[in-house]
């Protein structure tokens, strides 16, 4: 892809490039059209870093498309070594040298700006001058503290998030009023009055008031019956 006069290219792979306008070495007007890779003088690339040119006349296929303008191609040897490169092409007794600038980026930045799907890669260090520490999966651990830049509003979310419970049903044998859970809680009705919202299964979004929780056996009795009787490890939280 070019990008403000560079071709940017994805490394350790293949791509074909554009160049030209190739025109004769004594007019500087005519188009030459009858290049070809294993004819010029030169033509190959000046890797990032590289005081040598890494000739590709055995690798490339040179084809001229009109007017002097040729595209070329790159195997994946050629696109290896990550930045700033020059492609270059030159035959003095022909035409006037042509020289490309190439940059080899990494495959997640040549995608992010090229591929509608793909997005950048970021690892996030530091955030407003504080060190970023890893959470769970990895993930930046984030301590917010205000929702809309209002403090106390956050303060409240907090506390609402940490009244809710999660747990999953525990029972092969469950009906539509009563089930046993994976909860630990051992004080008898601690969630009687409560809702209980399940987030998984058939029964996903459905909703019930619990009306007596035993915390011997974990059952909890619900108020009305659900639609169907929750299977073993629905899901649920408790609010």
Known sequence: MLLNGVFILKKDATATIFIGQAVD????????????????DEIGIYKAGATALTDISGTTTL??????????????????????????????????????????????????MFVASKYQKVDVAQWLTNAVTAG??????VDAEALGGDVTAMTNLKRGA????????????????????DLTEATNDHYN???ITFTSGNL??????ISDYNGTTKQI????????APADEDEFVIS
Do not use: K, W
Not at 30 to 39: K, N, R
């Open 204 to 209: 996903a979004g459905q909703t019930g008031t």
């Open 162 to 181: 940490n009244a809710l419970v999660t747990g999953s049903v525990n029972d092969g044998s469950a009906s539509t009023t009563a089930f046993v859970t």
């Open 25 to 40: 070495a004594t007019d500087g007007f005519t188009p030459e059209t009858g290049l070809t890779a294993g004819g010029v």
């Open 193 to 195: 009055g409560r809702v």
């Open 63 to 112: 084809t001229h498309r009109a007017g002097g303008v040729y595209t070329v191609t790159l195997t994946a040897s050629n696109t290896d070594t990550l930045g700033q490169g020059l492609f270059v092409l030159r035959d003095d007794s022909v035409c006037r040298p042509i020289a490309v600038p190439v940059m080899v980026v990494p495959t997640h930045i040549y995608e992010s």
């Open 136 to 141: 769970v999966d990895n993930r930046p651990a």
């Open 221 to 228: 009795t619900l108020e009305n019956a659900l639609t169907e």
